[in-house]
């Protein structure tokens, strides 16, 4: 059974950094691309960006809005997938969620995050 | 970016009868590889969002055949053909032809 985990949201100050994970079981992990979406309360869902596999370059790509700010990586070696967010801002506080590509077949409950002095 | 435009964004149904929700792209969502990357997303309350339909027409595993997607140009449809009380929740479309990925605004299914 897939499964998908995310932990690690927390209360932050803006300007603050905090890094959330997501781990992934029942599925080849080395094998996935992934993404993180996120939620704003009471929105809809943000693309933030997503992570190749290694054998496809094991890049980044990102949303404009994070762009600069956040940085996902992956550790095969543990299936997990990493959020690191920097330079935090009221507008980031949402849930944020991992999920497997193609076609995000697969999502966790997600893990809040809330930016707020 | 892709926008995404979604169409009502709230659609109140009684139960047994046909639903539609309609997604229309800014620009051709097919991809040098043949597929049109346009799928659709159920999130019901309190729950995380789930996978319905892929690549404009495919349902996802465990999807019922009551739900069905159609395409024509730039303009994608959703269609329930009997609603259920169990079909209540935010309908998305999103794109996943270009970075960034773009999602509608949602459509929000509710039973009259």
């Known amino acids: 059974e897939v499964q998908l985990v995310e932990s690690g949201g927390d209360l932050i100050k803006p300007g603050g950094s905090l890094r959330v994970s997501c781990a992934a079981s029942?599925?080849?992990?080395?094998?996935?691309?992934m993404s993180w979406v996120r939620q704003a309360p009471g929105k809809g869902l943000e693309w933030v960006g997503r992570?190749?596999?290694?054998?496809?370059?094991?890049?980044?790509d990102y949303a404009a809005p994070v762009k600069g700010r956040f940085t996902i990586s992956r550790d095969d070696s543990t299936n997990t997938l990493y959020l690191h967010m920097n330079s935090l801002k009221t507008e980031d506080t949402a849930v944020y969620f991992c999920?497997?590509?193609?076609?995000?077949?697969?999502w966790g409950r997600g893990t809040p995050v809330t930016v707020s002095s | 970016d892709i926008v995404m435009t979604q169409s009502p964004l709230s659609l109140p149904v009684t139960p047994g009868e046909p639903a539609s929700i309609s997604c229309r792209s800014s620009?051709?969502?097919?991809?040098?590889?043949?597929?049109?990357?346009l799928d659709w997303y159920l999130q019901k309350p309190g729950q995380s969002p789930q996978l319905l339909i892929y690549?404009?027409?495919n349902r996802a595993s465990g999807v019922p055949d009551r739900f069905s997607g159609s395409q024509s140009g730039t303009d994608f449809t959703l269609k329930i053909s009997r609603v259920e009380a169990e079909d209540v929740g935010i309908y998305y479309c999103?794109?996943?032809?270009?970075?960034?990925?773009?999602f509608g605004q949602g459509t929000k299914l509710e039973i009259k």
């Open positions: 999103m794109q996943a032809v270009d970075i960034p990925y773009t």
């Open positions: 992570i190749k596999r290694k054998i496809d370059g094991g890049t980044a």
């Open positions: 620009q051709s969502l097919l991809h040098s590889d043949g597929n049109t990357y």
């Open positions: 999920t497997r590509e193609p076609h995000f077949d697969n």
């Open positions: 690549l404009v027409s």
């Open positions: 029942g599925f080849s992990f080395t094998n996935v691309w």
